[in-house]
């Protein structure tokens, strides 16, 4: 069972999204194998006919995006230089999104006992599910709801949303091509020990950095259309609407 999670923060006012890092806990069911070149020619044959067809489930669970005025303007402000943002000596915050989602991997291991043998054959089948456990979009609470102000900061924070829920949807469909791919058809022969090691490697050394790699990918993809949304001609333009109350000074 395999667990990764990662936060992502973005906002107005200063909002470059954010990602921590991975926090990784591996737990194993079944590992160093024999090669197909190493079996023999009637065995290996036997395997590939009786072997459960590959199985690759990626799964998409998304959290209910809830809405907060839990913070003021100095909170808000505070809660973004604890993530570097980038804009965060720029003006005041007057809105955040928090994001926080990450992956699930369960292996299963149906396997084919050779009636002549002790070897046995596997084709791992893989359950990949992404969650976002958290999505919240915290409006200032200087900000009354339906206000002009409020409207204003909720239209910006939501695409951050969509960005985000399109990261998502993403990154499922680009797992569940890539992993089919790249490792879907595998087969192992051996004994069982020698699976389970062959698998726990493979596990550490190709599964788990495929799928960093493919969230780092996306996440950079992402970032650059974070990066589009929260931009100081935004902040600009938001300057002078509403109340005119958080005005920039223009560039000379």
Not at 52 to 80: C, D, F, H, W
Not at 220 to 229: C, K, P, R, T
Request: charged residues 25%; contains cysteine.
């Amino acid at each position: 069972f395999q667990k990764d999670v990662a936060l992502r923060i973005c906002c107005l006012i200063i909002a470059l999204p954010m990602l921590s890092g991975f926090a990784v806990q591996t737990d194993n069911q079944l590992g160093v194998g024999a090669a197909k070149s190493q079996v023999p020619a009637t065995i290996a044959a036997s395997c590939e006919q009786q072997v459960a067809a590959p199985k690759v489930e990626v799964g998409l669970q998304e959290a209910t995006v809830v809405e907060s005025q839990q913070y003021n303007i100095v909170e808000l402000s505070e809660l973004s230089k604890q993530f570097n943002n980038t804009h965060v000596d720029e003006g005041e915050v007057l809105g955040l999104t928090f994001f926080n989602y990450g992956y699930e991997l369960e292996l299963s291991f149906p396997n084919v006992v050779s009636a002549t043998s002790e070897i046995i054959c596997v084709r791992p089948h893989f359950n990949l599910r992404v969650i976002s456990q958290e999505h919240t979009v915290h409006i200032a609470k200087e900000h009354k709801p339906k206000s002009c102000e409020y409207n204003t900061i909720h239209r910006h924070e939501y695409r951050h949303v969509n960005i985000n829920e399109t990261l998502l949807r993403q990154l499922v469909s680009t797992l569940a091509a890539e992993f089919q791919s790249k490792f879907g058809n595998e087969i192992y022969y051996g004994t069982s020990d020698s699976i389970k090691k062959s698998i726990k490697i493979d596990k550490e050394e190709k599964w788990l950095p495929f799928i960093r790699a493919m969230l780092e990918q996306q996440n950079s993809l992402a970032d650059e259309q974070h990066e589009q949304v929260d931009t100081l001609e935004e902040y600009r333009k938001f300057s002078y609407v509403c109340s005119f109350k958080y005005r920039y000074i223009t560039d000379e």
